[in-house]
């Protein structure tokens, strides 16, 4: 089983739809950090947060802790949300451990 | 100011062959990060170097994976005798210090990436 885990694997909306994304993790964190993805590979640091909830934008990001997880939630969505989101967790060390990501696409 | 730049942004190799991969961090970032993204996969992690010294290299899949930061700033991956699966995207990120209180003690910042192919 992997320690961090995402759901949807695959997304398709329509434009303004609302969307949801979640991560559950089963290991210990320090913060647990929401990354964008488009093509080509550039990865974008979205939120990191350790308690409680985000918003920036139309994005706003949760996470409870006794339940181990997370989710990213998208208002009024676009087509230039269309990229790959990815939950990652923060250990002690520093380093992250990443979902294998959900592949978001927005239709007009 | 300038990210984290990577180069080369691609590098098609031949099996057998060694290739250096080099990440420059952010100025000033004290943490550098290397992790590795296979197709369709979440990137998984390499390394991590604090400063000159490497914190944690418990991700380096194998001996003939090396990696440098020997003034603790530009820092060089390296493959020996490459395989072909080896063939990723090798990803590299810096913080600011991870060590220090705070709540944005260890937000990473990624470079774009070096797509490696090993023929």
């Known amino acids: 089983k992997n320690e961090v885990e995402q759901s949807p694997q695959n997304l398709t909306a329509q434009e303004g739809e609302f969307i949801t994304i979640n991560c559950s993790y089963s290991v210990g964190i320090s913060a647990l950090h929401w990354l964008q993805q488009h093509p080509g590979g550039g990865i974008v640091s979205l939120f990191m947060?350790?308690?409680g909830k985000k918003k920036h934008g139309r994005l706003i990001a949760t996470i409870n802790i006794q339940e181990k997880h997370s989710s990213l939630h998208i208002t009024a969505s676009h087509p230039r949300d269309s990229a790959v989101y990815i939950c990652?967790?923060?250990?002690?060390?520093?380093?992250?451990?990443f979902g294998k990501g959900t592949k978001l696409s927005v239709k007009p | 100011g300038a990210g984290v730049s990577q180069t080369p942004s691609n590098k098609v190799t031949e099996k057998g062959k060694y290739v250096e991969l080099r990440c420059d961090p952010i100025?000033?970032?004290?943490?550098l990060y290397w992790y590795r993204q296979s197709l369709g996969q979440g990137p998984e992690f390499l390394i991590y170097?604090?400063?000159?010294?490497?914190?944690?290299d418990s991700g380096l899949p194998n001996d003939r994976f090396f990696a440098v930061r020997p003034e603790g700033s530009v820092s060089t991956l390296k493959i020996q005798r490459t395989e072909r699966g080896d063939s990723a995207v090798y990803l590299c990120?810096?913080?600011?210090?991870?060590?220090?209180?705070?709540?944005?003690?260890?937000?990473?910042?990624f470079g774009p990436g070096t797509r490696l192919t090993v023929l």
């Open positions: 170097f604090q400063g000159t010294g490497a914190a944690d």
């Open positions: 947060l350790s308690s």
């Open positions: 100025s000033g970032h004290t943490a």
């Open positions: 990120a810096s913080s600011l210090n991870p060590t220090l209180a705070g709540a944005f003690r260890n937000e990473q910042f």
């Open positions: 990652a967790v923060g250990g002690s060390q520093g380093n992250l451990i």
